[in-house]
């Protein structure tokens, strides 16, 4: 059974940190492309950041570029996304993604809120 499951999401004060993990199962999480997307009340998902199978190449929305770092551990079927120097705007459910045509899985989500 595939499972993405996304877990440290939570409250945090503009200016702050949090870092994000997707724990994968149920598939060669290796094989697989992996995305973080975001989705804000009344807004539609987003792409927030995405990373190859190897891990050699990452790629971000504009909006985040130099504050969001994606990595991944494929000894560990985990994905990341360190968020710092966070902003309310960034506040949203996030959802990590696993891709390799033509499949497409996706989690559950977290839930991020920046607010003072």
């Known amino acids: 059974q595939v499972q993405l499951v996304e877990s440290g999401g939570g409250l945090v004060q503009p200016g702050g940190s949090l870092r994000l993990s997707c724990a994968a199962s149920?598939?060669?999480?290796?094989?697989?492309?992996m995305s973080w997307y975001r989705q804000a009340p009344g807004k539609e998902r987003e792409l927030v950041a995405a990373?190859?199978?190897?891990?050699?190449?990452?790629n971000y929305v504009d909006s985040v570029k130099g504050r969001f770092t994606m990595s991944r551990d494929n000894a560990k079927n985990t994905v990341y996304l360190q968020m710092n120097s966070l902003k309310p705007e960034d506040t949203a459910v996030y959802y990590c993604n696993a891709r390799r045509w033509p499949d497409l899985y996706w989690g559950q989500g977290t839930q991020v809120t920046v607010s003072s």
């Open positions: 149920g598939f060669t999480f290796s094989s697989y492309a």
């Open positions: 990373i190859t199978s190897d891990g050699g190449s990452t």
